[in-house]
C-alpha cells in the first residue's frame, strides 16, 4: 500500500526522503513523487510512475532541489492508473498534499470544487482532497481550514501537506490511516510507518484518528478534532534499523524466515512463569477467560491461517468452541456476536482495514477483544481491550513467513494457557507444550533451514508445472492453504489446498500424470488415513512429495512418494508450525527458480489499509 515520509531539518530533504521512500518499499507501490522547497522558497514536486529509481533519475536531472524540507509518497494505484501525473503529491502552486487512503466522496467533492473555478489534472481520489484543503486554506488559518476540510472528507486518509508560504513547515492529519511524527534532534519528520524514519529516530508519535499535526524542525504540535491542542505520548519503536535491512540474505522473505527460531523464543518467553503460560500481566484475568463461552478468531490472509490454527488449538486442547473467520466476510454478514464471546484479532501490521472494522463491530456488540499485532502502537493494538505483541520484528517482505510462526506459536500457547485456567490441561501437559514450543519448535525450524538444499530439489520440479495441489487433514488441512497460498503469491503458480479426505468429492478429477502433489503428514493419529488418500493421487500419476514429522508410519510415506521430507524427531504438538517453515522455503526456492520478484510480488501490497 501507498507510503509517506515527511522531513523538516538540517539534513538534505531530498536524501532524507528518498531514504524513506526505498525504507518503504516492501509495503507495495507503481509509483513515487515527492514535494520540496526549492532554495528560493517556491514549492516544487517530481514525480514518476515505476520503481523509485525512475524517480531518483528524474531529480538527478532537477536544478534547486537543494531543500531542507519536503513530503515524499510511493502510491498503490486505486484511482487512477499508475502514471506520473497520477502520482502524489497532488495541488497546486500555494500547496502541496500526499494521501494514504481513499477519499470516498472525491466525486462530489470535485464537482463542487470545479464550479469554485478548479481544474483537476489527475485521475485521482487525492486531488479531491488537496485542492479542498487549498480552498478552505486560503484566507490563512491553516488549522481552521485543515479541521473544515477534514469535516467534509468522507473516507480514511493520512496526509502529509506543505504550503508554499511556509517553508520548513509540515502539516499532517488522519482518520483511519495510520500516521507518525518521527521526533529528532533539531528535526522532525512524519511518516506512515517506522521502518522510514528508522535511520534518524526510534522516538515518535502516534497520530489518533481526528488529529491535525504541525511540524517545524524543533517543534511538533498536535490538535485534535475540536482544534483544541491534545498531548500524544512519545512510543519509542522497539525495532533498529539493521533489523531492518536485509542482513546478507538476497531477499528480505528469506532472511524473515532465517529469524524464525529467535522470533518463537522472543514471542514467548515473556509468557512464560515457572514453566508454565502465564498472561495475566498483559491484561487478560483467568476469571475472564473461566468466564468465555466461545473465541471468535477474526483476521485476513496468513493471519486468518494462523486464526484457523489458533481455533484448532482453543478446541482441541482447551475444549472452548472456537472458530476462525475472514475480516472482510465477517464485518459484512451482520454476524451474531455474544457478550460473552471472546474476539481476537489477529494482524501483523495492525493496520489491515477489514481487520479494524471487525474489531469495531464486536466492540460494539460488547465482546471482550484481544488484539494479536506484530506492530507497536498500531490501530488493531491500541483499539483492542487487550494486546499480545508478537516479537518478530519488521516483517518486510511481502509474503508473511516469521509472523505467521509466531502467531501460531502464540495462539498455541494460548490455548494451554486457556485449557490450564479451564481445567482440560494438567500442569504437566503445559509443560511440556511450553518445552516443545520454546525448545523443539526453534531446534526443529532451525533443523529445516539447515536442509533448504533438499527442498530446492522438489522446487525444481514444481517450478515446471502451473498447476499443484497441497493435501493434508486436520491441522496439516490449514498449513495445506498457508503453503498454497504462499506459493500462489509469489511464483504465480496455481495451486489448490484441500482437506485431503475431501479430494475425491470432486477435485481429484484434476490430479493427471506428474501433477505436483504436496501431502502435509505431521500427526500419526490420522496417519493412515492420510496415507490411503496419498494413494488416491499416486494412483492418478501425481508427483507426490511428502512432508512429514515422527517416525511412526513414516517408511510408507518414503516409499511412495518421489521425495519425502520428514522431520522424526519435531513432537506432534509442533509440528505443522515448524513444517510451515519447510513450506516458506519450498515456495521461496519456486519463486527464485522462476525468477520472480520475491520480495514484492505483482499487485500486492504488504499492509492492506483498503477494504
Ligand atoms: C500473505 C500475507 C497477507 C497478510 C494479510 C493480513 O503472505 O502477508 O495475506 O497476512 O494481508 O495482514 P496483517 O497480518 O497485517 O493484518
Redesign the pocket.
Known amino acids: 500500500m501507498c507510503g509517506i515520509i515527511g522531513y523538516t531539518g538540517p539534513k538534505k530533504a531530498d536524501t532524507v526522503i528518498l531514504g524513506g521512500l526505498h525504507a518503504l518499499e516492501y509495503r507495495g507501490y507503481d509509483s513515487a513523487g515527492i514535494a520540496f522547497f526549492e532554495k528560493g522558497g517556491a514549492l516544487r514536486s517530481v514525480k514518476s510512475a515505476g520503481k523509485i529509481a525512475c524517480l531518483e533519475n528524474k531529480l538527478a536531472s532537477e536544478e534547486n532541489v537543494n531543500t531542507r524540507c519536503g513530503i515524499g509518497h510511493t502510491r498503490w494505484a486505486t484511482h487512477g492508473a499508475p502514471t506520473d501525473v497520477n502520482s502524489h503529491p497532488h495541488g497546486n502552486e500555494r500547496l502541496m498534499l500526499v494521501h494514504n487512503g481513499i477519499i470516498e466522496n472525491s466525486r462530489e467533492l470535485k464537482l463542487e470544487l470545479e464550479k469554485q473555478g478548479y481544474v483537476f489534472k489527475s485521475d485521482t481520489d487525492t486531488e479531491a482532497a488537496a485542492l479542498l484543503i487549498d480552498a478552505c486554506t486560503r484566507d490563512g488559518d491553516r488549522l481552521a481550514g485543515i479541521l473544515k476540510a477534514i469535516k467534509k472528507i468522507r473516507g480514511s486518509y493520512a496526509f502529509g501537506i506543505l504550503f508554499a508560504d511556509t517553508p520548513g513547515e509540515i502539516w499532517a492529519a488522519r482518520q483511519d490511516s495510520p500516521l507518525i511524527v518521527g521526533l529528532g534532534e533539531n528535526e522532525n519528520l512524519i511518516a506512515s510507518d517506522v521502518t522510514a524514519i528508522l535511520a534518524y529516530t526510534r522516538r515518535y508519535l502516534a497520530l489518533e484518528n481526528g488529529d491535525v499535526a504541525k511540524i517545524t524542525r524543533d517543534t511538533v504540535t498536535v490538535y485534535g478534532a475540536d482544534g483544541a491542542e491534545v498531548k500524544r505520548e512519545p512510543q519509542t519503536a522497539l525495532w533498529d534499523l539493521a533489523a531492518a535491512m536485509r542482513g546478507g540474505h538476497a531477499h528480505f522473505m528469506h532472511k524473515e524466515i532465517y529469524e524464525e527460531p529467535d522470533a518463537v523464543k522472543k514471542t514467548l518467553f515473556p509468557r512464560i512463569a515457572d514453566g508454565i503460560p502465564d498472561f495475566t500481566p498483559e491484561g487478560l484475568s483467568p476469571d475472564r477467560i473461566k468466564a468465555v463461552r466461545s473465541v471468535r478468531i477474526v483476521?485476513?490472509?496468513?493471519?486468518?491461517h494462523a486464526g484457523l490454527t489458533g481455533a484448532a488449538v482453543l478446541e482441541r486442547v482447551a475444549g472452548v468452541r472456537a472458530s476462525a473467520e475472514i475480516a472482510s466476510e465477517f464485518r459484512y454478514r451482520n454476524p451474531v456476536i455474544e457478550a460473552d464471546e471472546l474476539v481476537i484479532l489477529?494482524?501483523?501490521?495492525?493496520?489491515?482495514a477489514d481487520?479494524i472494522a471487525a474489531l469495531r463491530l464486536a466492540k460494539a456488540a460488547g465482546a471482550f477483544t484481544l488484539g494479536i499485532v506484530?506492530t507497536v502502537g498500531s490501530t488493531?493494538a491500541r483499539e483492542s481491550d487487550a494486546v499480545l505483541y508478537t516479537y518478530a520484528g519488521p516483517e518486510i517482505a511481502?509474503?508473511?513467513?516469521k509472523?505467521?510462526t509466531v502467531q501460531t506459536a502464540l495462539m498455541t500457547l494460548f490455548g494451554v494457557w486457556t485449557g490450564l485456567i479451564r481445567n482440560t490441561v494438567s500442569e504437566d501437559v503445559a509443560r511440556k507444550y511450553v518445552s516443545d514450543l520454546t525448545v523443539a519448535l526453534p531446534a526443529e525450524i532451525k533443523k529445516i533451514i539447515a536442509r533448504e538444499k533438499e527442498l530446492k530439489s522438489i522446487a525444481a520440479d514444481i517450478a515446471e508445472k502451473d498447476d499443484m495441489f497441497f493435501i493434508g487433514r486436520l491441522f496439516d488441512a490449514t498449513l495445506a492453504a498457508e503453503a498454497s497460498?504462499?506459493l500462489k503469491?509469489i511464483s504465480y503458480i496455481h495451486s489448490e489446498a484441500y482437506a485431503a479426505g475431501e479430494l475425491k468429492h470432486g477435485t481429484i478429477s484434476l490430479i493427471e500424470p506428474g501433477t505436483p502433489v504436496v501431502a502435509l503428514s505431521s500427526e500419526a493419529g490420522i496417519r493412515e488415513k492420510m496415507v490411503g488418500n496419498m494413494k488416491e493421487v499416486v494412483a492418478r500419476g501425481a508427483n507426490l512429495f511428502v512432508f512429514a514429522a515422527g517416525k511412526e508410519g513414516t517408511t510408507e510415506l518414503r516409499e511412495m512418494s518421489k521425495i519425502a521430507f520428514v522431520c522424526p524427531d519435531c513432537p506432534e504438538t509442533v509440528a505443522p508450525i515448524a513444517l510451515a517453515t519447510a513450506m516458506q522455503l519450498l515456495a521461496y526456492q519456486v519463486s527464485l527458480a522462476r525468477g520472480c520478484d520475491v520480495d514484492q510480488p505483482r499487485n500486492?501490497a504488504?499492509?492492506?489499509t483498503v477494504e
Not at 483476521?299 to 486468518?304: D, H
Open positions: 483476521a485476513c490472509g496468513t493471519a486468518y489477529i494482524s501483523q501490521s495492525g493496520e489491515t481487520t506484530n488493531v511481502v509474503a508473511s513467513t509472523a505467521y497460498l504462499k503469491e500486492l504488504k499492509s492492506v
